[in-house]
T-cell receptor
Framework: DAGVIQSPRHEVTEMGQEVTLRCKPI?????LFWYRQTMMRGLELLIYFNNNVPIDDSGMPEDRFSAKMPNASFSTLKIQPSEPRDSAVYFC???????????FGQGTRLTVV | KNQVEQSPQSLIILEGKNCTLQCNYTVSPFSNLRWYKQDTGRGPVSLTI?????NTKSNGRYTATLDADTKQSSLHITASQLSDSASYICVVSPQRNAGNMLTFGGGTRLMVKP
C-alpha cells in the first residue's frame, strides 16, 4: 500500500482565496483525521471521520474551515477565505476504527500571504 | 485537562552518543503511550507503543520506558546515527478505542552531528 496520500505537497495562496487540501486514506482504514501542525502549537486535531461520517469537529478553528468525506477513499479540507494565520502543515491520517495508531500522510505545507 | 509535556524541546548530540528524551503526561484514564518519529518534511511514524502493564520496550536502538505511577515515559536512543535527526513526539491515548482522543506532546527536536 502507498500509505496515506495527500495533495498538494505545497500550496502558496493569497489571503482571501479558497484553498482545498486532499487526502486519500489507506485502503481498508475506516477512520480519518485531519491535523494541523505549527511550531507554536504542535499537532492539533481538526476533525475526525469514522466510516465517512464526521464524528468530532470541535477542533475546527472557525466557520472558514470545512471538511468532507464523500466516500471511503477521499477527503477534502477546505479553507475559505484563507488568512495568513492559517499557514501551517496540514496532515491527514487514517487508522482502523478501535486502533490508536494513526498513519500519517506527508502533509501539505500551506502558506497564505 | 489532559496534557503531555516533553523535554528537552531540542537536543544536539554527536554521532555515536546516547540520549534520553522525556515525556510526562496527565492523561487519565490511561490506555497507551506511543512514541512517534517525524523526519523533516514528512508525517510522524510510530516507533513503539507502551501499555499500562509494560515497563520497557525496545525497537532496535530505541528503548522506551514507562512508569504509570509517576506518569512518565522516556525514549532512549543508543549509538545515535545521523538518520536519528528528527522530531520525537510522545502521544497518549486515554482509552483503548479512542483514535480521536490522542493527546500529543510538543515534541523534542533532535539533531545528531557528525
Amino acid at each position: 500500500d502507498a500509505g496515506v496520500i495527500q495533495s498538494p505537497r505545497h500550496e502558496v495562496t493569497e489571503m482571501g482565496q479558497e484553498v482545498t487540501l486532499r487526502c486519500k486514506p489507506i485502503s481498508g482504514h475506516n477512520s480519518l483525521f485531519w491535523y494541523r501542525q505549527t511550531m507554536m502549537r504542535g499537532l492539533e486535531l481538526l476533525i475526525y471521520f469514522n466510516n465517512n461520517v464526521p464524528i468530532d469537529d470541535s477542533g475546527m478553528p472557525e466557520d472558514r474551515f470545512s471538511a468532507k468525506m464523500p466516500n471511503a477513499s477521499f477527503s477534502t479540507l477546505k479553507i475559505q477565505p484563507s488568512e495568513p494565520r492559517d499557514s501551517a502543515v496540514y496532515f491527514c491520517a487514517s487508522s482502523l476504527a478501535g486502533q490508536t495508531e494513526a498513519f500519517f500522510g506527508q502533509g501539505t505545507r500551506l502558506t497564505v500571504v | 485537562k489532559n496534557q503531555v509535556e516533553q523535554s528537552p524541546q531540542s537536543l544536539i548530540i554527536l554521532e555515536g552518543k546516547n540520549c534520553t528524551l522525556q515525556c510526562n503526561y496527565t492523561v487519565s484514564p490511561f490506555s497507551n503511550l506511543r512514541w512517534y518519529k517525524q523526519d523533516t518534511g514528512r508525517g510522524p511514524v510510530s516507533l513503539t507503543i507502551m501499555t499500562f502493564s509494560e515497563n520497557t520496550k525496545s525497537n532496535g536502538r530505541y528503548t522506551a520506558t514507562l512508569d504509570a505511577d509517576t506518569k512518565q515515559s522516556s525514549l532512549h536512543i543508543t549509538a545515535s546515527q545521523l538518520s536519528d535527526s528528527a522530531s520525537y513526539i510522545c502521544v497518549v491515548s486515554p482509552q483503548r478505542n479512542a483514535g480521536n482522543m490522542l493527546t500529543f506532546g510538543g515534541g523534542t527536536r533532535l539533531m545528531v552531528k557528525p
